[in-house]
């Protein structure tokens, strides 16, 4: 069973790809796992992106499909899409490589949360610059102030986690992905997932799904 996790950035949909795969033994693909492994392989699909990339542009559907292809020709095991595809070109593109491989989408799941809630989540979130550990100011907050709790030095917020820039990332979510709720809700394959729950909650719901196909 190959499946697709879809969400706006905050959603939660990373967080429980990562409980999937390790507990019903899904493949994680994420593409910004994959840019990193290409780029650091330096391969010629890396160098690619990573010129887009450092150009602060997107990086091309044509691109990114082939480094999926790449990549999951030689995967055996069921197959857990996270955040991708991104647009209906990368869908349909998807599709095509999927079939040359014999391969299909059996499920999608769509993250459903308020986006005030996803703004309060991501722009609370703080990391310690020394050994990387990842705060939420609401969810899970340092014992003292803003400090991490094992190197007691202060805590960080990434640039893409201030809310200006969430905002826009959100804009940008909405107007590239929410096509693909309708372009899935028509296959019959479309599933809805209540995100604003607790992280038990929501892994529970996507397993009852699963266990009746």
Known sequence: MNIIFLGCPGSGKGTQAKMLGTKHNFYHLSTGDLFREEIS??????????????AGKLVPDAV???????????????????????????AEGL???????????DMVFFFEVNEKEVINRITARRNCPKCGRIYNMI???PKNDESCDDCNVKLNQRDD??????????????DQTSPLISYYRMQGIFHIIDASKTVDNVYLQIVNILSKK
Not at 43 to 51: C, I, M, N, T
Not at 95 to 105: A, D, F, G, H, Q
Not at 161 to 174: C, G, L, N, S, T
């Open 95 to 105: 599709e095509k490589i999927m079939e040359e491989l014999l391969k299909v989408i």
């Open 161 to 174: 986690d201030k809310e200006e820039v969430v905002k826009k990332r959100m804009q940008v979510y909405k």
């Open 41 to 54: 392989k330096k391969s010629d699909l890396g160098l690619k992106a990573k010129s887009y990339i450092d």
């Open 139 to 141: 969810t899970s907050p």
């Open 64 to 90: 990114v499909l082939d480094v999926i292809k790449n990549k999951i020709k030689d995967i055996k095991s069921d197959i857990l899409f996270d955040g991708f595809p991104r647009t209906i070109e990368q």
